[in-house]
């Protein structure tokens, strides 16, 4: 019997000491403001820039209706699983852009779970589906839009051929590592916060995108955009 309290306190222990670690490398997923979140969007194109396989995600982009990102989430949790983080997307008609418009990315899975992992992603909207679920106030992905790993390599080969499938296609970058990965199951919900942040007035996802993307705020991320289009195979 006290083997048995004993097991159960350093299992408790345990798990009290990983959860307290998880929340605390998690805090900083949650940005200080708008402008972080942009200027760290910028930071996460020009480290994918450097990456071999990049022509492949820029030849997607090139023929995007829209781009979002996620500048850090963080994937953490012991048994159950859960992963957070702000982002924001900006729009593309006629060859101008429009936006931004900011939301979250999250969601929880089950299964044997250990410790902390800090991704960051780019998400390539590829039709109008895409982006309603950027519009919506809550959509989750692979339920409501297709989503799938951006193709790399030969399979960005097998996608210059135009016909792409999936609503969406993420890119993700994590320690120095760059590749596609899916993100089916995860959640978007519009940050009412953060847009009225940046716009200064309450506005809806739908409305945001609507408006011409020249403030000075913006872009700069507008011309990291246009440089990766230019990698484009």
């Known amino acids: 019997m006290a083997e048995n309290i004993k097991t159960g306190s350093i299992i408790r222990a345990v798990w009290w000491a990983v959860t307290a670690g998880a929340l605390l490398i998690a805090a900083p997923v949650f940005a200080s403001d708008a402008s972080s979140l942009i200027s760290d969007s910028i930071g996460i194109l020009k480290e994918m820039a450097k990456q071999d396989d990049v022509g492949d995600m820029a030849h997607v982009i090139k023929g995007a209706e829209a781009v979002a990102f996620v500048p850090s989430m963080v994937k953490a949790g012991l048994i159950v699983g859960g992963e957070y983080g702000e982002g924001l997307i900006l729009r593309k008609k006629g060859g101008k852009w429009y936006g931004p418009s900011f939301y979250n990315l999250g969601g929880g899975s089950?299964?044997?779970?250990?410790?902390?992992?800090?991704?960051?992603?780019?998400l390539v909207v590829n039709n109008e589906a895409g982006v309603e679920a950027f519009i919506k106030s809550k959509t989750k992905l692979g339920a409501d839009a297709s989503v799938a790993a951006g193709p790399v390599g030969r399979r960005g080969e097998a996608a210059t051929d135009g016909q792409l499938k999936a609503s969406i296609y993420s890119y993700s970058m994590t320690k120095g590592l760059f590749a596609g990965v899916s993100l089916e199951g995860s959640v978007i919900s519009v940050s009412v916060k953060r847009n009225k942040e940046y716009w200064k007035k309450d506005i809806t996802a739908d409305d945001a995108l609507k408006?011409?993307?020249?403030?000075k705020r913006i872009l700069p991320l507008i011309k990291e955009i246009d440089d990766i289009v230019k990698k484009a195979k």
């Open 110 to 122: 089950l299964g044997l779970q250990i410790g902390v992992q800090k991704i960051a992603f780019v």
């Open 211 to 215: 408006q011409p993307a020249t403030d």
